[in-house]
């Protein structure tokens, strides 16, 4: 398997669906929203707006990140727990000074990834943009001035 990152493109986004997917029906807590062509649409029409890179021939992860907000919208993986997740978070941290992202709040494996890679708890809400309570994170480098 290549682990090599890329920028995705619109051909990428079926894998990347299908990646999405299969976390949504192994994940108990996480209700069914939309379906699998929902979700191939979405990452579709979302790639040429934001940042989007994909990691691995054929794709494991993929990472969506909205500069305007210097906010990481997704980051799936097909292989949880492998370094897939941190590759293409360095992809961004490399990039710029500040990242924040928002995580389901009962994502606790996520939460416990993200703090391993620097990032604080910051607040909470009980209805994130699909209603499911979310938990946001910071990450910042340190700059010399």
Known sequence: ???????????????????????????????????????????????????????GHPIVGYLSFQVELSQVVALYTAIPGNGVGKVLLNKIKQRYNYIQLWSHSANKSAHRFYRREGFNHVKSMENGADGIPETQFEWGRKTIR
């Not at 990347?16 to 069914?32: F, G, N, Q, Y």
């Open 1 to 55: 398997m290549n682990l090599e990152v890329r920028a995705g493109s619109i051909v990428d986004a079926k894998k990347c669906a299908e990646i999405v997917s299969d976390w949504i029906t192994k994940t108990e807590w996480m209700p069914r929203l939309f379906s699998q062509s929902e979700l191939v649409t979405i990452i579709e029409e979302a790639i040429p707006e934001r940042e989007f890179w994909v990691l």
